[in-house]
């Protein structure tokens, strides 16, 4: 497996380290493989201790925020746990919603079928709520902007996919499947692309953003590539 662990730096301080987490790299450590890589396992030796604060999924690349001291862990745990940390996805999902903003708050309930998704419960789910805007209308498919004001399990997935637009490339939620060579991206079509929080030792706003990863701006290339053909057709 190639070097993960180069250039996954945006900033680091005594206090923090943000890094731009690749698809396909886990937060924390496999359960059952305990050799796989994942964060801290690659990072530790070049910054020495790391305090997992929150996570990302396997397949979701972007920001993630790590501590470098357990008074760091405990101050930024405390953000999270009262939502004053602000996060911001982009996603690209199947179908073509026909409203430009939307708040999805159907309470979920996590590992709630056979396949261990998360699902929409009425009765017994946690409130979650998660705003999504759209960003660009493709044929078949749409750019979204998230943010999820709570933070439960597979939140943004199951959210989406309960609406009837689940995000493109996910194995668990959206049952149509596409080839990397048909859209030129093979795993979720999630990108952690903002966080907001404040320094926990400086007491600043701190905002970061990610760069997206080849194989997603591919795919948008794609996707805006097909607009353009058929707008040419239309117009012809």
């Known amino acids: 497996m190639p070097n993960k662990s180069k250039n996954?730096?945006?900033?680091?301080?005594?206090?923090?380290?943000?890094?731009?987490?690749?698809?396909?790299?886990?937060?924390?450590?496999?359960?059952?493989?305990?050799?796989?890589?994942?964060?801290?396992?690659?990072?530790?030796?070049?910054?020495?201790?790391?305090?997992?604060?929150?996570?990302?999924?396997?397949?979701?690349?972007?920001?993630?925020?790590?501590?470098?001291?357990?008074?760091?862990?405990?101050?930024?745990?405390?953000?999270?746990?009262?939502?004053?940390?602000?996060?911001?996805?982009?996603?690209?999902?199947?179908?073509?919603?026909?409203?430009?903003?939307?708040?999805?708050?159907?309470?979920?309930?996590?590992?709630?079928?056979r396949y261990h998704r998360t699902i929409v419960d009425l009765q017994g789910g946690k409130p979650a709520l998660t705003q999504c805007r759209m960003l660009e209308m493709f044929n078949s498919m749409a750019f979204l902007e998230i943010i999820p004001r709570t933070g439960r399990t597979h939140q943004i997935r199951a959210h989406l996919a309960s609406i009837g637009f689940p995000i493109l490339q996910d194995t668990l939620y959206n049952k149509n499947k596409y080839s990397f060579e048909q859209l030129g991206i093979d795993h979720l079509a999630l990108h952690s692309y903002a966080l907001e929080f404040n320094h926990p030792v400086f007491n600043t706003i701190m905002h970061f953003t990610a760069p997206y990863p080849e194989d997603f701006q591919n795919c948008l290339a794609h996707l805006r590539e097909q607009n353009s053909q058929k707008q040419k057709i239309s117009k012809g």
């Open 8 to 113: 996954l730096e945006i900033y680091s301080d005594e206090a923090i380290l943000v890094i731009n987490k690749p698809a396909g790299l886990r937060t924390l450590p496999d359960g059952y493989d305990r050799n796989e890589p994942h964060v801290a396992g690659l990072l530790t030796e070049k910054y020495g201790e790391l305090w997992i604060v929150h996570r990302l999924d396997k397949d979701t690349s972007g920001v993630l925020v790590l501590a470098r001291t357990a008074q760091a862990h405990r101050t930024l745990n405390m953000q999270f746990d009262q939502h004053l940390i602000k996060k911001t996805y982009h996603t690209i999902v199947d179908g073509c919603p026909a409203w430009r903003m939307k708040t999805i708050q159907t309470p979920l309930r996590i590992n709630g079928d």
